[in-house]
């Protein structure tokens, strides 16, 4: 870029001096015309650097997730091939399921035995939860019979103290002359009747609390029993459920280990390093890596120098060129920057911090998401070009940056590389 507007201001430099001779050509004139490009493109290069920086360390990263296997077991199938794409659910690999098919089966009817077993325990339960109503039964009516019978007697024994207190003054009028023989002799009637009431409600009463009495201690014994076998019943059911739970849980665990024989792939990718062969033995270990899957999904860092982002902020326009795609230019925009190296990091440990060391100067990485009109094209891990940010200051200057950065690569299909090749 720097060239071309040197051709255009030397082309104009011609026209003026040489050509058409407007001013003349002296020697202060010489080197005002000298000196005035370098200061322009210095001053040029000085707000594009701050207003629209840019970077040739661009790098593409991809997520890398290591296949292992969940189970152990002989692989008996793998389909996929060696640096071939994959889409999200298809089989990578198969191991021989027999194993886990039998452990689920086992399971399988082990659970349905214990089932049966809680619903015959479960059936022990109520019958014994059924004999408490009828002990418990009779004691209730010999509670109700003790009531009445209570209950007559005071009735009773209320009326009787009535006649009796009719029979004195009845006796005390008639001595004064001023009562009626009579009612003295129906109240001592009344007396003499209620007596042998009264004693008879006394007998029944007394007679209903012996065989309460005698009941009550045979029930309680009873009821004790029927209450220590429904608890039994209860503890045995508690025990069979838990077994169930148990199995249950054992089954869901063996039809898991079952899945796992299918090994799936976890996303849109790519698989690498495919060694994995049918015959082979896996087992179900972190570090027992069987191949590599390389996700679609990636991002891309721009590295700057630290006084380069101070004008740079979240949603700025940018561009990227890819080495492996020269002549195109990829429309992004800034997601963010990470404020934080290593160098900003001290471990957490008994020593004092060393602070006399003489490390590199560091650069923080931006963050840039592809635009939607070049979120098809396909990024290669690893893939290295050069990027340029433009902030919403000095806008007029960006268009040179953009010119630049396409010049710069178209410059990519430019391939400088000498072999010579020695035969014997």
């Known amino acids: 870029m720097e060239v071309l ?4 201001y030397a082309f104009f430099v011609w026209l003026i001096f040489i050509k058409f001779k407007l001013l003349p050509w002296t020697t202060p004139w010489k080197v005002g015309v000298a000196i005035f490009p370098v200061v322009m493109i210095a001053i040029l290069l000085l707000l594009l650097n701050i207003f629209a ?15 292992v296997s969940q189970v152990r077991g002989r692989v008996i199938e793998v389909p996929v091939e060696n640096n071939r794409p994959v889409k999200k659910g298809d089989v990578l690999f198969r191991i021989d399921p027999t194993p886990y098919e039998n452990e689920v089966k086992s399971l399988v009817a082990q ?9 015959a325990e479960r059936t022990r339960l109520s019958e014994a939860e059924a004999k408490l109503p009828d002990a418990q039964s009779s004691e209730r009516q010999l509670d109700e019979q003790l009531k009445e019978a209570s209950a007559q007697v005071r009735a009773l024994t209320a009326s009787y103290d009535l006649a009796r ?28 009747n209620l007596t042998g009431q009264l004693a008879a409600a006394r007998a029944a009463e007394q007679q209903v609390r012996e065989k309460l009495s005698g009941r009550v201690k045979g029930d309680l014994a009873a009821i004790a029993q029927v209450r220590a076998q429904i608890a039994t019943a209860r503890a045995q059911v508690l025990v069979a459920q838990a077994q169930v739970e148990t199995t249950r849980a054992k ?36 570090f027992n890596e069987v191949m590599t899957f390389v996700d679609n999904e990636y991002q891309i860092f721009a590295m700057f120098n630290q006084n380069e982002l101070h004008q740079v902020a979240n949603g700025n326009e940018a561009e990227i060129t890819l080495d492996t795609y020269p002549g195109r230019v990829i429309k992004a925009h800034v997601d963010s920057i990470i404020w934080a190296q290593g160098q900003g990091q001290l471990d957490a440990t008994g020593d004092l911090p060393r602070t006399t060391f003489v490390a590199p100067p560091g650069r923080f990485p931006v963050k840039l998401v592809v635009g939607e009109q070049d979120k098809a094209l ?15 200051h000095l806008t007029l ?4 940056r953009k010119v630049l950065l396409r010049v710069q690569s178209y410059f990519d299909y430019i391939i400088i590389k000498h072999s010579i090749s020695l035969g014997h």
């Not at 001023?178 to 109240?187: K, M, Q, V």
């Open 5 to 8: 507007l040197l051709g255009i």
């Open 53 to 67: 920086p840019t970077t040739s360390d661009v790098r593409v990263v991809k997520y890398v997730v290591p296949v």
């Open 111 to 119: 659970l349905a035995s214990e089932e049966a077993k809680v619903g």
């Open 165 to 192: 207190t009719r029979v004195s003054q009845n006796t005390e009028l008639v001595a004064a002359g001023a009562g009626n023989r009579f009612d003295l002799e129906r109240a001592q009637t009344d007396v003499n």
């Open 251 to 286: 089954l869901d665990n063996a039809r898991w280990d079952l899945e796992q024989t299918t090994v799936r792939a976890p996303a849109n990718g790519t698989m690498v390093n495919v060694m994995l062969r049918p015959g082979f033995f896996v087992a179900g270990m972190p």
């Open 378 to 392: 396909f990024v290669a891990a690893g893939a290295r070009g050069a990027a340029a940010l433009y902030t919403e």
């Open 397 to 400: 200057v960006h268009i040179i």
